[in-house]
C-alpha cells in the first residue's frame, strides 16, 4: 500500500526463530527435510485445512498428510521495513484451498500484492529445520528454487 | 433469563499513574480496587467476587485475591486479552443476577512500559500453543497481525491510511482535555503519515501507547446500587466471541465484534442509532475502524468514510469515543485496554467526562473491545450500559 523500502526482502536462509517441536508436526518437518510440502485432509468430510491438525477443524473426523502442491496466491501481508533486513508476515492462500500464515521472501518489496501468485520455498530455522515460506512467481528475477531443503 | 437491569456498575477507578517502575503488580491492582470501592462507597469486606484476567499476578485469581485478603464465594478469570474485562462486567451481571455474589470486584494492573515491553516484540512461544509448531519462525507480533487486517481492508474497500489516521486525530483531541493522558498533543492526519511506518500500513500514531498502571470496577446487586450515592449506571446487555483462522478459511476484514456486538444490543432491547457515546478499544486505528463497521455503526467497508473529517470528535462528529484520549493517547495499561473503555463509559453516563467532551443527555453507551490479536485468534466483548 505505502511500503517505500527499496531493499530487497531476502531469504534469509538460517536465520529463522526456530519452532517448538510437536508430534503433530513431526511428519512435516520429516517430509519437508527432502523437500516436500505436506498438508493434512480430512478422510471423513474431505476438506483440507491448515495448520495441520489430527483431527478435522471441520468436522473432528481423522485426517491423512497428502502432498501439496506449494503453489497459492497472496491473500494479505505486511511489510515490516524498518528491520534489518526488511521482512514481511503474511498469509497465503494455497491452491488446495486453505490459507495459512507465512512470510514471503527472495523478492523486491514492489513484487508484493494481493492475489499475487507464489510458490513455496523452504528455508532453514537457525537449528536446521525447514520453514515454509513463498516468493512471489512469474518475476523478472525469479531464479530457481534454491537447492537445499 | 437475561442481565439486562440486574446489575449496576457502582464504581470505577483509573490508576492515575502512566510510569510505575517502583510499584508491584500486585500493588498497582491493589491501589485500583481501593480506587473503585471509595468511588463505589463500599469497603472491601463487601466484595464477595472478583475477576481478573492474565495481568493478574499468581494462579489465576488466587494470588490477588489473597493479597487483597478478600472473603469470596465467586472467582472468575477468564481471559481473552484486553477484552476481558468487558466480558468481566457481563460475567459480574450473571453471577449477581443468579445470586452467586452481590459486589463484584474487576481490576487490571501492570507496568509494560516500566518492563519495556511493546507490540513490536515478538510474542512469547508457548511451546504447547497449537499453533506455535507453525507459525513461531515468521515472528508474528501484536502489530504486524493487526497491520495485515488493515493491509487486506484496504485491498477490499479501498480503505486509506487517510481514513485510518483520523482515528488517531479524534483521540488526540479528546487527550488534549485529559491531564492524565500520555500523549496531550493534537494531532492531524497529516502527523500520523509522516511518523515512522512500523508494520504497512500501520505508522507509529496509529498504535496504542504503552503505559504501566491500572483500573478497576464495582458491579453490585441493583438494591446495593440503590443504597449508595453514586449516579446509576445499569448494565443493559452484553456479547461475547471468538474468531481464529477457521482451519484454513481466513478472513480478515471481519472480526468478532460481528458476533458480540449484536448480541449485546439485542439483549439491552437497542440498536447503534440509539448509541450516545462509544468506548470502542483502540489497540491501533484499524481495530476502531473494524469494530465500528462490527457493531453495525456503518456498513462492513463504510468504515474509512465514516471515522473521517471527525466523525469521532465529541461535539462536532456523529459517534463520539474514547472521550479520555483512548488507548491511541491516554492510556493502555497492561497493554490490555478493555478496563479503561469501561471506565470512560461509566464517565460519561455519570455526566463526569471531561466538560469539553462530556456527551449531551448520555443515557445510552456501548463499550466493546478486541483481544488478543485481530489478524489470528482474538476475543470480543460488547457492552450496553444505561443512566437510570
Known amino acids: ?149 | 433469563m437475561t442481565i439486562n437491569g440486574r446489575a449496576h456498575i457502582v464504581g470505577a477507578y483509573e490508576h492515575p499513574t502512566r510510569k510505575a517502575p517502583d510499584k508491584s503488580v500486585a500493588q498497582l491492582h491493589a491501589e485500583a480496587a481501593a480506587g473503585a470501592l471509595a468511588d463505589a462507597g463500599l469497603s472491601k469486606d463487601d466484595v464477595d467476587g472478583y475477576f481478573c484476567a492474565g495481568d493478574a499476578p499468581g494462579l489465576g485469581p488466587l494470588a490477588m485475591a489473597d493479597y487483597l485478603n478478600l472473603t469470596l464465594r465467586h472467582l472468575d478469570s477468564t481471559d481473552i486479552g484486553g477484552a476481558s474485562y468487558i466480558a468481566h462486567v457481563a460475567h459480574a451481571a450473571q453471577a449477581i443476577a443468579t445470586g452467586k455474589c452481590s459486589v463484584a470486584l474487576i481490576t487490571l494492573a501492570g507496568r509494560p512500559r516500566s518492563a519495556g515491553h511493546s507490540g513490536t516484540a515478538a510474542r512469547p512461544v508457548i511451546a504447547d500453543a497449537p499453533d506455535s509448531p507453525w507459525e513461531t519462525p515468521f515472528g508474528p507480533t501484536t502489530v504486524n497481525l493487526y497491520a495485515m487486517c488493515a493491509q487486506r481492508h484496504g485491498h477490499e474497500f479501498g480503505t486509506t491510511p487517510e481514513q485510518l489516521a483520523w482515528i488517531k486525530v479524534a483521540a488526540s483531541h479528546h487527550a488534549q482535555h485529559n491531564p492524565h493522558a500520555m500523549l496531550r498533543d493534537v494531532v492531524s492526519v497529516e502527523d500520523v503519515l509522516a511518523s515512522p511506518m512500523v508494520a504497512d500500513p500501520l505508522h507509529r500514531l496509529d498504535c496504542c501507547v504503552v503505559s504501566d498502571g491500572g483500573g478497576a470496577l464495582v458491579v453490585a446487586r441493583p438494591e446495593i446500587a440503590r443504597s449508595l450515592k453514586r449516579p446509576l449506571v445499569r448494565v443493559m446487555g452484553a456479547g461475547e466471541a471468538y474468531k481464529g483462522q477457521r482451519g484454513g478459511e481466513v478472513d480478515l476484514t471481519w472480526s468478532a465484534a460481528r458476533l458480540s456486538g449484536p448480541a449485546a444490543f439485542a439483549e439491552a432491547g437497542v440498536s447503534p442509532a440509539d448509541i450516545k457515546y462509544a468506548s470502542i478499544y483502540d489497540s491501533f486505528t484499524i481495530t476502531v475502524l473494524m469494530q465500528i463497521e462490527d457493531l453495525g455503526f456503518c456498513a462492513k467497508g463504510q468504515g474509512g468514510r465514516f471515522v473521517a473529517d471527525g466523525n469521532l470528535i465529541s461535539g462536532t462528529g456523529r459517534l463520539p469515543f474514547n472521550t479520555d484520549g483512548g488507548g491511541l493517547c491516554n492510556n493502555h495499561p497492561a497493554n490490555r485496554g478493555g478496563i479503561t473503555k469501561v471506565i470512560e463509559a461509566v464517565r460519561q453516563l455519570r455526566g463526569e467526562a471531561h466538560p469539553a467532551v462530556q456527551v449531551g443527555n448520555c443515557e445510552l453507551a456501548v463499550a466493546t473491545g478486541i483481544g488478543g490479536l485481530l489478524g489470528s485468534r482474538h476475543g470480543a466483548a460488547t457492552l450496553v450500559l444505561g443512566r437510570e
Do not use: N
Open chain 1, 1 to 149: 500500500m505505502t511500503g517505500t523500502s527499496s531493499t530487497r526482502i531476502p531469504l534469509r536462509d538460517g536465520d529463522w526463530p526456530d519452532a517448538p517441536p510437536s508430534p503433530e508436526s513431526a511428519p512435516f518437518v520429516a517430509a519437508a527435510r527432502e523437500g516436500r510440502f505436506l498438508l493434512r485432509r480430512c478422510t471423513a468430510c474431505g476438506k483440507a485445512h491448515w495448520y495441520p491438525r489430527a483431527l478435522c477443524p471441520f468436522c473432528l473426523g481423522e485426517t491423512a498428510w497428502e502432498e501439496a502442491s506449494g503453489q497459492g496466491t497472496i491473500y494479505g501481508y505486511t511489510l515490516l521495513a524498518r528491520e534489518d533486513p526488511p521482512r514481511t508476515i503474511a498469509y497465503v492462500t494455497l491452491a488446495e484451498g486453505p490459507t495459512m500464515l507465512t512470510s514471503l521472501v527472495d523478492c523486491e518489496p514492489g513484487a508484493l500484492a494481493v492475489g499475487r501468485p507464489v510458490q513455496l520455498v523452504f528455508v532453514r530455522s537457525r537449528d536446521g529445520t525447514p520453514v515454509p515460506c513463498f516468493r512471489p512467481v512469474a518475476m523478472d528475477d525469479l531464479r530457481e528454487p534454491a537447492a537445499g531443503e
